[in-house]
Structures are given as C-alpha cells and as structure tokens.
C-alpha cells in the first residue's frame, strides 16, 4: 500500500491528502538523500532549523506532521527500521489575534454585493450562477461550513420546510459528520438556487457546466464579491464570522458554537479550546481600545 492509499485508508480528506503528499516529497527532496533508510534524526533537525528561519511555524509544522505519518508508515510496512521523526518537534507557534470575521457594517456591504449580483444579471445564465454564488455565501456565513464542506454537498443533504431546515455535512474535516440547522436568510438562498439548478445529479453546488466546484474557485468567487462590497474576505472569513456571531451577538454557549462549527474530538465531544479563539478580540476592537484612552 502507497503513502496516499495510507492516508485514505486513514480517512483523511483528498486535500489532506495532497498536500501531505507534497509535502513529503518537497521536504524529502531538500535532504537531498539517495534512499528514505538514508533520513537519520539528526538530518531532520537540521531541516527544522532551516526551514524554521525560511517558512512560516504553521507551514512548518504542517511539514513535520506530514513526516511524521510518512515515516510511521515506512515503518510499518518494512520500509525502513526505525522512525527518524519520533522525537522531532513542531516549532512553537507565534501569539495571535482573533481569527478575521466581518463586523456587521461589512456583513451588509458583502451582502447587499450578492443581492446586486442577481439583480444585474444581464442573462439567464449569469442570473443563475449569482444565485448560486449567493447561496453558497449563505452556507458559509450563516451556518459555518468550510469551502471543503461547501463543494462535497449533495442534493440529499440539505432538507428544508418552510419554517425550518438543516444540512448534513458527511465529508468534515477528519471524517467527521454533522448536521447544522439552517436559519431563514440561509433557507431562503438555497431554496432560490434549487428553483433555478437544473438539479445536478452528484452536487448541491455544481458548476454552470456541471461538474463539482473546486474549494480554488469558491474562493476565487468569494474574494471577487468581498472586493465589490469593498471588505476582504475569504470562505474562511465567513466561517470565522459565523462562530463570531454566535459567540458575541446570539450568546450561544461554547460547547454549542464547537458542535455547530465540528470542533470537535475524536469522540464527538465539542473541542472548546479551539472555539474559544472567537471571544479573543479582533484587531478592530483592540485598536478601539487603545483609541479611547486619547486625550
């Protein structure tokens, strides 16, 4: 069995796949070895130091996780004796702000943005596709999902009734599956699409000429509306907003924002240390802060 193959046994998703992958071939290559045995401990370490003064602690650290599965299973199946990661450390990460979400003032700008899509579409087809744009918008700002979750979406996994609905997310990160209820704005975005989708048979969100959509093109479409509205915003900005919003203005607990957002645990239990990241302040509300104490 192939690394990949490993990795897919392991339930981890396509993307993780790939850029483990990469990853390891990228770091491998810079060892410049004849053979995989050849990768001693002290060899790693000297790539960690290297890499550390050359790359960002997360892209680094996602290197070294990436090693550390492919050296577990070069072990496991013979390849090599002993494993020459097992003691090798993730670089300490730096202390950071809040993650970005959008205040309300932005929310409406990126809003208004989708409604202005639709509105001035100036065929059928371009029509269609603002509707679709404006729906998939609607998944990730009010129900959280990541643009992974927002492209593995088929038909069945959305149910909605006129006063209520929710979509199943089978394809979480880790495997892992929820179900998130959806909220008036986000039920009536979905309901518009599915009036004008032409139902693709594999996808919820598929492209103008069929096919599933990319997580690269989401955000390409997401970035283009931001920049109509005048915000910056990303697919992960949306999600950070809709956690934000929850924490701040709806004072929904902890436990249930991790449940909503699939921080969780192996087990299913809500992961709280990581929703915690959205009641650190932003940027904005520091510079506030500082602004009120000015004579």
């Given at each position: ?8 046994v392991?339930g981890r998703?396509r993307?993780?796949?790939?850029v ?6 990228r770091v491998?290559h810079?060892?410049?070895l004849?053979e995989v045995?050849?990768?001693t ?6 790539w960690?130091?290297?890499r ?6 997360s892209t680094v650290?996602?290197?070294?996780g ?5 050296f577990r299973?070069?072990v496991?199946?013979?390849?090599i004796a002993?494993?020459p990661?097992s003691?090798?450390?993730q670089v300490p990460m ?11 003032p932005?929310q ?7 409604q202005?899509?639709?509105?001035s ?18 998944v990730?700002?009010?129900a959280g999902?990541?643009?992974?979750e927002v492209?593995?979406?088929d038909l069945?996994d959305?149910?909605?009734s006129e006063?209520?609905?929710?979509v199943t997310?089978r394809s979480?990160?880790?495997?892992k599956?929820?179900?998130?209820p959806?909220?008036?704005?986000a039920?009536k ?13 594999g ?9 599933h959509l ?7 479409l997401?970035?283009a509306?931001?920049?109509?509205a ?6 992960h900005t ?7 919003e ?5 004072g929904?607990s902890?436990d249930?924002v ?11 239990l809500?992961?709280i ?6 009641t650190?302040?932003g940027?904005?509300?520091?510079e506030k802060?500082?602004?009120s104490i000015?004579?």
């Amino acid at each position: 069995m192939g690394f990949k193959s490993h990795l897919q046994v392991l339930g981890r998703s396509r993307r993780t796949v790939e850029v483990y992958s990469l990853a390891v071939e990228r770091v491998l290559h810079s060892l410049n070895l004849d053979e995989v045995a050849d990768v001693t401990p002290i060899d790693l370490a000297e790539w960690r130091r290297r890499r550390s003064a050359e790359a960002k602690p997360s892209t680094v650290n996602l290197e070294i996780g990436a090693m550390r599965q492919f050296f577990r299973w070069a072990v496991s199946y013979g390849l090599i004796a002993s494993d020459p990661s097992s003691g090798l450390k993730q670089v300490p990460m730096e202390a950071r702000l809040a993650p970005r979400w959008l205040d309300r003032p932005s929310q409406h700008r990126l809003i208004r943005a989708v409604q202005q899509g639709i509105q001035s579409a100036s065929t059928d087809e371009r029509r269609r596709k603002a509707v679709r744009d404006a729906a998939m918008v609607a998944v990730m700002l009010h129900a959280g999902l990541r643009v992974s979750e927002v492209c593995a979406l088929d038909l069945g996994d959305v149910e909605l009734s006129e006063r209520k609905g929710r979509v199943t997310v089978r394809s979480g990160k880790r495997g892992k599956r929820r179900d998130v209820p959806l909220n008036r704005d986000a039920r009536k975005a979905v309901t518009k699409w599915l009036a004008v989708s032409g139902a693709d048979p594999g996808h919820l969100f598929a492209g103008m000429a069929g096919g599933h959509l990319t997580t690269r093109a989401v955000s390409f479409l997401v970035s283009a509306i931001a920049r109509r509205a005048g915000v910056e915003a990303s697919p992960h900005t949306l999600r950070h907003t809709f956690c934000h919003e929850l924490v701040e203005r709806g004072g929904v607990s902890l436990d249930k924002v991790a449940l909503l957002a699939g921080h969780t645990t192996a087990t299913g239990l809500p992961r709280i240390e990581t929703t915690l990241r959205y009641t650190m302040p932003g940027s904005g509300e520091l510079e506030k802060a500082v602004e009120s104490i000015e004579w």
